[in-house]
């Protein structure tokens, strides 16, 4: 296993390398960037979600001897104070170079638009994505797992059919469908207002005594948690059911029976270690998708400032250093996640050698 962790290791750094360059690429393709959402708020333009520029004067602005989309009767020299100050006066090879040299040191620049370095940014948003991902992950593990486990057992039964009838329909809600519901129904949309719209903590946080900052705050992640279980329990709890419904069909269970021992002997000494493997597999993709994927929506549709807000909010305005840094990070939790799903992976099943691959 040891040779394995450090090839994984040694992985690392390449596959992030290839991450970044292929991102790098792809944004210099993309359309708009900083320097034109810059030249669209000087000239009191709108811009789109996608980066262009919405004007009758974008027509003319194609005719511009310009590279920029919108710098017609713009000053040249407010044009190369901008490319000066984004960076964009330097050669594409030298501006790759200099973020992959800087992203070793984990120096990821400054913002943009935000006055503040992307670290103190990461920093600053990251305990409310982390407290949404692990919340919303815990709770979907014990609630999927045990209930996967009796469905397994009693396949076939009434309480199969009717849980996975409100699996599947759980599952089929869309999550910000799911939110506004549950903002309608009680936090003050229509009917109750038991629980607070906005963040994640009260504006008198600082007042507040221990046990009551406790509570203020279980209070505010409630809303947004539901959501991300009902959104997320469903695929664990089928796959929990099935690996079971696989290994209790077996030889060696029957043959476990045959000798005596007791169905919860068979089930958790024996199919439990074996039908758990491609649970704790599908682990860093679950937490993953808690983390960084499933609660861009939810951030935005509860005023929750996380890392799925501030990615959101820098590919609007086209904020590369907030773009790279955060996909940067992202990718990094991954690998190590998945390294530590495939050691968890062994621990379980002492069968399984790592070293082989």
């Given amino acids: 296993?040891?040779?394995?962790?450090?090839?994984?290791?040694?992985?690392?750094?390449?596959?992030?390398?290839?991450?970044?360059?292929?991102?790098?690429?792809?944004?210099?393709m993309a359309p708009g960037g900083p320097v034109e959402y810059m030249l669209a708020k000087y000239r009191g333009m709108n811009v789109e979600a996608t980066g262009s520029i919405t004007s009758a004067a974008q027509m003319n602005s194609a005719t511009s001897a310009?590279?920029?989309?919108?710098?017609?009767?713009?000053?040249?020299?407010?044009?190369?104070?901008?490319?000066?100050?984004f960076g964009f006066d330097k050669p594409v090879h030298e501006r790759f170079?200099?973020?992959?040299?800087?992203?070793?040191?984990?120096?990821?620049?400054?913002?943009?638009?935000?006055?503040?370095?992307?670290?103190?940014?990461?920093?600053?948003?990251?305990?409310?994505?982390?407290?949404?991902?692990?919340?919303?992950?815990?709770?979907?593990?014990?609630?999927?797992?045990?209930?996967?486990?009796?469905?397994?057992?009693?396949?076939?039964?009434a309480f199969d059919v009717w849980t996975s009838f409100a699996v599947i329909l759980g599952s089929a809600i869309p999550v910000f469908l799911f939110?506004?519901?549950?903002?309608?129904l009680f936090a003050g949309g229509t009917y109750w207002q038991w629980f607070p719209l906005r963040g994640l903590t009260s504006p008198n946080w600082d007042e507040l005594s221990l046990v009551e900052k406790i509570g203020d705050y279980f209070w505010h992640i409630t809303l947004p948690v539901v959501t991300m279980v009902i959104g997320g329990f469903a695929s664990l709890t089928m796959l929990t059911k099935n690996s079971f419904i696989d290994e209790i069909n077996k030889p060696y269970v029957l043959t476990a029976k045959a000798k005596g021992l007791t169905e919860n002997q068979v089930l958790y000494g024996h199919v439990f270690r074996n039908a758990m493997l491609i649970v704790i597999a599908?682990?860093?993709?679950?937490?993953i998708k808690m983390l960084f994927t499933g609660s861009l929506l939810?951030?935005?549709?509860?005023?929750?400032?996380?890392?799925?807000?501030l990615g959101y909010e820098a590919i609007m305005t086209r904020d590369y250093p907030v773009i790279f840094g955060t996909l940067y990070i992202f990718a990094l939790l991954g690998l190590i996640l998945k390294l530590i799903s495939d050691i968890t992976y062994s621990i379980v099943d002492p069968r399984i050698n790592f070293d082989a691959v």
Avoid: C, H
Wanted: no cysteine.
């Fill in 179 to 184: 939110a506004v519901f549950l903002i309608v």
């Fill in 282 to 287: 599908g682990f860093p993709n679950m937490l």
């Fill in 97 to 157: 170079l200099k973020m992959v040299t800087d992203y070793a040191r984990f120096d990821f620049g400054k913002s943009y638009y935000k006055d503040k370095s992307v670290w103190a940014l990461i920093k600053e948003r990251m305990p409310v994505s982390v407290s949404l991902g692990l919340w919303s992950t815990l709770i979907i593990y014990l609630v999927a797992i045990p209930l996967g486990i009796k469905k397994a057992v009693r396949d076939g039964s």
């Fill in 298 to 309: 939810i951030e935005v549709i509860f005023s929750l400032n996380g890392l799925g807000l």
């Fill in 66 to 85: 310009s590279k920029y989309q919108g710098a017609q009767g713009v000053p040249d020299d407010l044009i190369k104070a901008l490319e000066k100050q």
């Fill in 1 to 28: 296993m040891r040779n394995y962790i450090i090839k994984r290791l040694l992985l690392i750094p390449l596959t992030l390398l290839g991450i970044l360059t292929i991102n790098f690429v792809i944004i210099q």
